[in-house]
Nanobody
């Protein structure tokens, strides 16, 4: 059973940067994709970014394009989310997710959907102060 462990969250001032990491356990970790979602208090868990594992194709929510960068290191079974120019509205619990068992039913937008992902981390808090 694959487990995902996030790290790197914290408190930062608006305009600052943070880098989240998500490490997956297991020797033969070959997901279709990994992604990041976030959930603010009282709101739905929303898509942030995703990266396909083989081709490293990336997808971003409009709200983070140009500010966030997703990447992965297959040798370390780890994905990263570099967050720059942070805003107070970026405050949320950030969740790492992996699509290990679900081949994409349709095109790349499949990986922007929560239902694509079968494995989730415990979440890490990101707080951006104004």
């Amino acid at each position: 059973q694959v487990q995902l462990v996030e790290s790197g969250g914290g408190l930062v001032q608006a305009g600052g940067s943070l880098r989240l990491s998500c490490a997956a356990s297991g020797r033969t970790f070959r997901p279709y994709a990994m992604g990041w979602f976030r959930q603010a208090p009282g709101k739905e868990r929303d898509f942030v970014a995703a990266i396909t594992w083989s081709s490293e194709t990336t997808y971003y929510a409009d709200s983070v394009k140009g500010r966030y960068t997703i990447s992965r290191d297959s040798a370390k079974n780890t994905q990263y989310l570099q967050m720059n120019m942070l805003k107070p509205e970026d405050t949320a619990v950030y969740y790492c997710a992996a699509d290990v068992h679900n081949p994409p039913i349709y095109g790349g937008s499949w990986f922007t959907q929560k239902r694509a992902y079968d494995t989730w981390g415990q979440g890490t808090q990101v707080t951006v102060s104004s």
